[in-house]
Every structure is written in C-alpha cells, then in structure tokens.
C-alpha cells in the first residue's frame, strides 16, 4: 500500500473542537450473539470472522458513517454488512481483508440507500467524460495546490464540502484521502479500473477546492 500520507490528515479532523469529526470515528458494534447468523455453525467460522472482519470495524463504519451520512444510520449498515461477511467468510481467500471488508460495506451501504434514501445516490451527468479524463500517472502522489487548500481547511468545512460530493466521487475520496487506501485497492473496492479511480479522486478534490474556496 502506498505510504503517502493522506491529504486529509488526521489531525485536521480533530481540530474543530466539538464538531464531531474524525477519520476513524468509534467503531461500530460487531453483530451480537442474538444476532441471527445464517453462515456455517462452529467455532472456526467465528474465529476466522474475528480475525478477518473485527479489525477492521473503525474503517467499516468511518466508510459507512461517510456514506451515509449518519452515525445511526452507518451503524445499521455496518451490523447488515458484518453479518453478510460472517455468511460469507468460508469465501474469502485470505487476500486483502481490508479491502474485502469495505467492498461489503460499501455495497451494504448503496443497497440501504437504495431502499431507503435514492434521491441521495445522484449520480454526475458527465461521469463518463470524467473517467476518460486520468489523473497525472507519473507522480500522482505529488502535492498539489488543491490538496494543500484541502488539508488547511477546517474539520466542519470539510465534512459539509464532502457530503456535497456526487456519490462515486465522494467515496474514492474518502477511501483516498481519509482511510489512506491506495489505487489498486480502492480500484477493488469500488470496482473499477485504477485509471477511473485517479480521474475521479482529481475530480473530486477540484470539486472540494471550489466548494472550500466559496466559503
């Protein structure tokens, strides 16, 4: 994984007192023992879903809580995504769990808002314009302009610019530049190729510096 740091340092999410921001907020709770878990019984499945699924629990719910833009409602997700990963951990073939873990979540969060918020996945018109638009693939670490605006600015700016982001937008850069996941694994996560992921994390910061810059 790439050691850049994140344009969204930590301690810019702390730095609004009281605001309520953070890029790891508390993590969520794992699916209780009442919780009704249809996977295979036996103790190797639970052993390997706490090894695989529980360390990774703040960045499941810091995803979700960006997704959908509430703490309740990302702790709803995140308890219907641990259970579709405990039904589906005899799958996972000891790759990349961090990155298995979000693409659950992340797919758990689009189905919730489907069902309960759609007019919240608006979609870009010129979406497809902006995939064939790539990032600067020779250095695509390089600090820019945009992204040392967006590291000065404030917890409570940019939690209200972020939430503005159309939805494909808003995740690779939270994914980016909150939880410091690199290309190829924000690539497997969301789905696309890498290329797509760098056009839209360059759309997105553009996005964020003139929203930042109105204020």
């Known amino acids: 994984m790439s050691t850049a740091p994140a344009v969204l340092r930590p301690q810019v999410w702390h730095q609004a007192e009281g605001s309520g921001l953070r890029a790891v907020p508390s993590p969520a709770r794992a699916p209780s ?44 997700v995140v308890q219907e995504a641990c259970l579709r990963a405990y039904r589906a951990i005899a799958t996972f073939a000891d790759g990349n769990a961090r990155a298995w873990v979000l693409t659950i979540v992340r797919h758990t969060a689009y189905t919730w808002l489907r069902r309960n918020r759609s007019a919240s996945l608006v979609m870009v018109d010129d979406l497809e314009a902006v995939e064939r638009t790539h990032a600067d693939a020779a250095d695509p670490e390089r600090p820019t302009p945009e992204s040392e605006l967006i590291a000065k600015a404030d917890a409570a700016r940019l939690e209200t610019a972020i939430a503005e982001l ?39 910061r553009r996005r964020l510096v003139t929203r930042l810059k109105k204020d």
Not at 49 to 76: C, I, K, Q, S, Y
Not at 186 to 199: D, F, H
């Open 166 to 204: 159309p939805a494909p937008f808003k995740e690779t850069l939270v994914l980016r530049d909150v939880q410091g996941l690199d290309y190829r694994e924000i690539a497997q996560i969301t789905e696309v190729p890498i290329g797509t992921v760098m056009s839209r994390l360059a759309r997105a």
């Open 33 to 76: 023992r009442g919780a009704s878990m249809t996977g295979p019984p036996g103790g190797d499945e639970r052993a390997r879903f706490a090894a695989v699924v529980m360390p990774h629990l703040d960045d499941a719910f810091a995803l979700a809580r960006w997704l959908t833009g509430n703490r309740t409602d990302a702790e709803d």
